[in-house]
Every structure is written in C-alpha cells, then in structure tokens.
C-alpha cells in the first residue's frame, strides 16, 4: 500500500516564494532588454560622426593602396585593416552603429587652388602669358607641398583620428612624409605639432596619441579645426 507524500504548508510556501522570484527575474531581464538604449548614428552623435569618419578614411585609404599598388601596399593595407577592427571595437563601445562609415569633408574635399586671377580686358600679352603658368601653380599650392610655411592649409576641414598607435604623428594625402603641421581645435584652444609620416585618405588624419593633445571629452571628431604648415 503506498503512501501519498503531501508537502508541509512551509514547503509550499517556500515553493511558491521561488516561483514568484524566477518569474519576477524573468521580466526583470525582459525590462533590461526593452529599455536599453537605442543604436546611434552618424547622424545623431557627434562621437559616432567621428568614429564613423576615421574608419572612412581608412577604407578610402585601404581602396587606394588596392587600385595603385606598390611593394608596400600588402603591409599598409592590413595594417589599416587592423586600425578599423580596433575603431568596430570603439563603436560598440560608444553605442554606435558598428561598421558605420562616413566620409569627411577632408577626405572627399579636394585640392584648394587659389582663384585665378581674371586679365583685365586691355591687359598686355606679356601679363596674359604668365596668367596661365600662376594657375598651374596654384593647386601644387593647394595640394600641400608647395604651401608657405607657416600658412594655414586645408581650409575647413575636419580632423578625426586614425585609430593607429604608436608616438603622435598625422597622415594626409596632401603633404609628403616629413612635413610639420600645427593642428589647433578651435573648440577648446589646445594645438598639437606633428610630422606627417605617411599617406592617408584626408588632408590631415591625427593618430591616437595626437588626437588625444587637442581632443574634447568623449568626441571623436574636431568641426573647428586651424591646420598649419609649419616645416
């Protein structure tokens, strides 16, 4: 003859308590996960604008290696390769949009050539033979190398950073290897010098160590930025 367990009124309650507290766990984590925060964009935040640029202008760098290459294009190409990994990394740590990118106006704006000056109706033909020779000049001047020292450059542009580690230095598509610039944020007065080191998608892309001397608190892109050629 068998015998029918019945549980004490304390075990019941005690079941019914573990009951109640699992199932209050389980809409606590359906809350969690309602209330979380939605996916930004370069849209609407400055940081993932930023972040979103930089990794722009390493794929516009990476597309150009792979159209012109040279002995070097395999190492440049995964080590910008890397640098973008490591801005995905950043992304999803800010809450943005991972894998997002954007072009600045450094990377899409082109050479600044200076106006070209327009002859005057009665001008001689001596001033109207040398006209043409200033405006082939001009772009060089545009282009970087052949700018003043000590002149401002890259006319509105916005700065980013590259995501690349290493002592502070910037890379640009307008002024060879060697050249000095002055990059000061307008937004908080701090400069930082640096010596271009090598080729990048942008008038002047700022590593890690660089951005960090004229960066603000949580932002990752420069709106008012002062560029100067300065050796």
Request: glycine share 8%; charged share 15%; proline share 6%.
């Amino acid at each position: 003859m068998s015998r029918r367990r019945t549980l004490s009124p304390r075990k019941k309650l005690a079941l019914l308590v573990g009951a109640a507290a699992v199932a209050g766990g389980g809409a606590f984590v359906m809350a969690t996960t309602s209330n979380a925060a939605p996916v930004q964009n370069a849209s609407n935040s400055t940081v993932c604008q930023g972040l979103a640029t930089a990794l722009g202008n390493n794929q516009t760098f990476i597309d150009g290696q792979r159209a012109k290459p040279d002995a070097q294009s395999q190492a440049r190409i995964a080590n910008r390769e890397a640098v973008i990994a490591q801005i995905k990394v950043q992304q999803a740590a800010s809450n943005c949009q991972v894998g997002e990118s954007a072009q600045g106006p450094q990377a899409a704006q082109p050479a600044q050539p200076a106006q070209p000056a327009q002859p005057a109706p009665s001008a001689p033909a001596q001033q109207q033979t040398t006209s043409p020779a200033q405006q082939t000049t001009a772009p060089a001047q545009g282009a970087g190398a052949g700018a003043a020292t000590g002149r401002q450059v890259c006319v509105g542009s916005t700065v980013t950073l590259s995501g690349e580690a290493g002592a502070p230095a910037a890379s640009s598509n307008q002024f060879p290897a060697g050249t000095k610039l002055k990059v000061t944020n307008l937004d908080n007065n701090k400069s930082t010098t640096v010596q271009v080191t090598s080729v990048s998608g942008s008038c002047a892309l700022l590593n890690n160590a660089a951005f960090e001397q004229v960066r603000e608190p949580g932002k990752f892109l420069i709106r008012r930025a002062l560029i100067e050629k300065v050796g």
